[in-house]
């Protein structure tokens, strides 16, 4: 009797506090997580270094299983162990309105992840779980708090960022029409106002091999090469500046040629990262071309060509400076020089925004001491939410 009694007043107890919940008759299918700290340590601790990030992937899969969303796993490049997470907490993920999006793949090499005090660091802790993190818990608790519905959102975490953007052209497939897309990487709590554009440029020399007592036997790879780079660098200091995002930048991030001091270069290869703040990656290739042609006169020698003392490639299509929407009031916006997944992503939507928004510096993201605090991480679910409130017209 007692024992049926208790129970009875249980149970009424619990239908009460179910009544007071805000989750309406649209979220009631939902158990969301609010532990901010804990999923960026689940996310943090799981390497998922670019094209090994199915683990990340199978448990943002499952988390987001767990907590009552309908997910999608999207196969990039054909290749079963990588794809990107699409989740959606309402009907369909057709009718979502504001797309939040990051991306779970980083850079080498990894670092574990470490919380001490109120500093978390370890690889990827910034670039870029700490917005996968703060943009979850920052939908979680609007839906929780009834301020959005399910309808409103859809969440997109794409693999591959870091080194092509596979995972992000692939998401050009999956058929989404938000009026709005929230882009997640760090930017210092701050909203970005635009990024540089960006070009890959590969220089492969093509020498003759021989004693290096003989040198006018032969043709050196390296020497082609030295003198390329030199009129590319004379380059790089002469374009013209912008006024918002500063100088276009070469990066001559990695040489290699010939096999021995006492021999001449057969081979020489180089490969240069351009950060563009002025013009077209068009315009940049043809100026490149132009002072790579005149850099290597003097060997053109017994009918050669351009082509066959060196080889000029581009082995992304690459981008110009890319514009981002800012108009949310209650942010200061600056522009960062890293190149982000934005411009892979087709607009689908005639005047569809695009925001960039997470928490932690860029400085230190690609860096082997990669940190941010957990006051950051909190700081960026109150901004996402601010954000998704204004896109969504609802923060009046
Ligand atoms: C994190 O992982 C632990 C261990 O698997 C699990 O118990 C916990 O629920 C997870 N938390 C979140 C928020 O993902
Ligand atoms: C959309 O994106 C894909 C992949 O990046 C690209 O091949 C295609 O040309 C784009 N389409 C339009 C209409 O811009
Ligand atoms: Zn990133």
Redesign the pocket.
């Known amino acids: 009797m007692m024992l049926a009694g208790l129970c009875l007043l249980l149970v009424s107890a619990q239908a009460l506090v179910g009544q007071q919940e805000p989750l309406g008759a649209e979220t009631k299918h939902l158990t969301l997580t609010h532990d901010l700290i804990g999923l960026h340590k689940n996310l943090t601790s799981i390497e998922s270094i670019t094209g090994n990030e199915k683990a990340v992937g199978d448990f943002l899969v499952s988390s987001f299983q767990s907590q009552g969303y309908s997910v999608e796993r999207q196969y990039v490049e054909k290749k079963p162990d990588r794809f990107n997470v699409l989740a959606w907490p309402g009907k369909q993920k057709e009718h979502a309105k504001v797309l939040v999006s990051s991306h779970i793949d980083t850079v080498p090499p990894f670092y574990p992840y470490k919380h001490h005090k109120d500093v978390i660091s370890g690889r990827g802790s910034v670039d870029a779980k700490g917005s996968v993190a703060s943009q979850i818990i920052a939908v979680n608790s609007l839906l929780e708090s009834g301020k959005i519905s399910p309808d409103d959102v859809a969440l997109l975490y794409v693999v591959g960022e870091e080194v092509g953007g596979e995972g992000m052209?692939a998401a050009?497939d999956l058929g989404l029409k938000p009026h709005s897309i929230v882009f997640g990487e760090p930017t210092e709590g701050k909203l970005a106002s635009g990024h540089k554009g960006n070009l890959m440029v590969q220089l492969t020399a093509k020498g003759k091999a021989a004693h290096s007592g003989y040198p006018w036997l032969g043709r050196s790879a390296n020497e082609v090469l030295v003198k390329s780079l030199a009129a590319l660098m004379e380059l790089g200091a002469n374009l013209p500046e912008s006024e918002k995002y500063g100088v276009t930048t070469f990066n001559i991030g990695r040489m290699e040629g010939g096999v021995a001091s006492n021999v001449v270069a057969q081979d020489a290869k180089a490969n240069i990262a351009v950060r563009i703040a002025e013009g077209t990656p068009a315009s940049m290739k043809s100026e490149i071309t132009k002072v790579i042609n005149m850099a290597v006169v003097s060997f053109l020698k017994d009918d050669l060509e351009v082509e066959d003392v060196i080889e000029i490639s581009f082995p992304t299509t690459g981008y110009g400076p890319i514009d981002i929407d800012h108009d949310i009031p209650g942010f200061e916006s600056m522009t960062v020089n890293y190149g982000t997944d934005i411009p892979?992503l087709?607009s689908t939507v005639e005047g569809q925004k695009r925001y960039l928004y997470g928490p932690g510096s860029i400085l230190v993201a690609h860096s082997d001491h990669e940190m941010l605090t957990e006051k950051e991480l909190e700081g960026a679910v109150a901004g996402y939410e601010k954000i998704l409130l204004h896109v969504l017209g609802k923060d009046a």
């Open positions: 052209r050009n892979q087709n």
